[in-house]
């Protein structure tokens, strides 16, 4: 994505200028096997997806279908067995380490259950830490707007331990904002949350893609929340098996029940 007004440092991964496709994920016959031979688990099985710049997509499906791995893969964070990944119009398959490190710190954003901040960092700390990681000025006048476009302006002095749940994750998400992703991934942001802070949380993801041109891919089993996304792609054994476009949390929720309880007979079937 980029922020309007916010001005990108020229690096070596900055978008590639011929890049007009205005795609933000692309993924080609994206394939991820664990172990070999008899034994071997294809935990995706040849994944086909194009999300273009300033969409918000979730992706669901029964435990076990590949969410973690879709995700990881997409993201830059576990190689394919096969297949290609782009990231921004980048070929990130078959980069080197270092660079693919570069890359999700300057261009990706990261959002997790878990919050992932450091606690003996302040707010403003953890915010401007990717860029901080990448070898990038402190900008300090860019954290404040972030964390002001998160709601938190006046919390930049604050530790984590000092702001409730919902205020940690929307730290996260202004971390995630902070160096003007390409894509923010998002892995289950609200499953530690109450129901009444996780809409906050997801109001604020929503927000970003609708006010500032995010992108947002986001894994999640909670039809509630999947029903923030303009689309929700449903995996199942490793294979997209549909998708939903401005579904309401009912619909999720009996497309997944559906899902699940076919995936389930055909794990019995198996066994
Ligand atoms: P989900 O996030 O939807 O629950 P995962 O992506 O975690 O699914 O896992 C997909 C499949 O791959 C599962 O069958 C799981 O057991 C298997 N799997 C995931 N990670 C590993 C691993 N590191 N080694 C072996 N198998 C794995
Ligand atoms: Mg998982």
Same mark, same amino acid.
């Given at each position: 994505?980029? &922020?309007?007004?916010?001005r990108?440092r020229?690096?070596?991964?900055?978008?590639?200028?011929?890049?007009?496709?205005g &795609?933000?994920?692309?993924l080609?016959?994206?394939?991820?096997?664990?172990?070999?031979?008899?034994?071997?688990v294809?935990?995706?099985?040849?994944?086909?997806?194009?999300?273009?710049r300033?969409?918000f997509?979730?992706v669901?499906?029964?435990?076990?279908?590949?969410?973690?791995?879709?995700?990881?893969?997409?993201?830059?964070?576990d190689?394919?067995?096969?297949?290609?990944?782009? #990231?921004?119009?980048?070929?990130?398959?078959?980069?080197?380490e270092?660079?693919?490190?570069?890359?999700r710190?300057?261009? &990706?954003g990261?959002?997790?259950?878990?919050?992932?901040? #450091?606690?003996?960092?302040?707010?403003?700390?953890?915010?401007l830490?990717?860029?901080?990681? %990448?070898? +990038?000025?402190r900008?300090?006048?860019?954290?404040?707007?972030?964390?002001? +476009?998160?709601?938190?302006?006046?919390? %930049?002095g604050?530790?984590?331990?000092e702001?409730s749940?919902? +205020?940690?994750?929307?730290?996260a998400?202004?971390?995630?904002?902070?160096?003007?992703?390409?894509?923010?991934?998002?892995?289950?942001?609200?499953?530690? #949350?109450?129901?009444?802070?996780?809409?906050?949380?997801?109001?604020?993801?929503?927000?970003?893609?609708?006010?500032?041109?995010?992108?947002?891919v986001?894994v999640?089993?909670?039809? %509630?929340?999947?029903?923030?996304?303009?689309?929700? &792609?449903f995996?199942?054994?490793?294979?997209?098996?549909?998708?939903?476009?401005?579904?309401?949390?009912?619909?999720?929720?009996?497309?997944?029940?559906? #899902?699940?309880?076919?995936t389930?007979?055909m794990?019995?079937? %198996?066994?």
């Amino acid at each position: 994505m980029r &922020l309007r007004g916010n001005r990108r440092r020229k690096t070596d991964d900055r978008p590639d200028p011929q890049d007009t496709s205005g &795609l933000a994920v692309e993924l080609r016959g994206v394939r991820r096997q664990y172990g070999r031979g008899k034994g071997a688990v294809h935990a995706l099985g040849g994944i086909d997806l194009v999300l273009s710049r300033g969409t918000f997509t979730a992706v669901m499906g029964p435990s076990g279908s590949g969410k973690s791995t879709f995700l990881q893969c997409a993201a830059g964070l576990d190689r394919p067995s096969a297949g290609s990944v782009r #990231l921004g119009g980048t070929e990130i398959t078959g980069m080197r380490e270092n660079r693919l490190t570069e890359l999700r710190r300057s261009r &990706l954003g990261f959002v997790f259950q878990a919050f992932n901040l #450091l606690p003996s960092l302040t707010v403003e700390e953890n915010v401007l830490l990717p860029m901080r990681l %990448a070898g +990038q000025r402190r900008d300090r006048r860019r954290a404040a707007q972030v964390l002001a +476009q998160v709601g938190l302006a006046d919390k %930049a002095g604050r530790r984590p331990g000092e702001l409730s749940g919902g +205020q940690q994750q929307r730290v996260a998400i202004a971390r995630a904002l902070v160096a003007g992703p390409d894509v923010i991934f998002a892995d289950e942001p609200t499953g530690a #949350l109450d129901s009444t802070t996780a809409a906050e949380v997801l109001g604020l993801l929503r927000h970003a893609v609708d006010t500032l041109g995010a992108t947002v891919v986001m894994v999640t089993h909670d039809p %509630a929340a999947a029903a923030w996304a303009d689309r929700v &792609l449903f995996l199942a054994d490793g294979v997209f098996a549909g998708g939903l476009d401005r579904g309401s949390p009912e619909r999720i929720a009996a497309r997944m029940a559906a #899902l699940t309880s076919r995936t389930g007979a055909m794990a019995r079937a %198996a066994a």
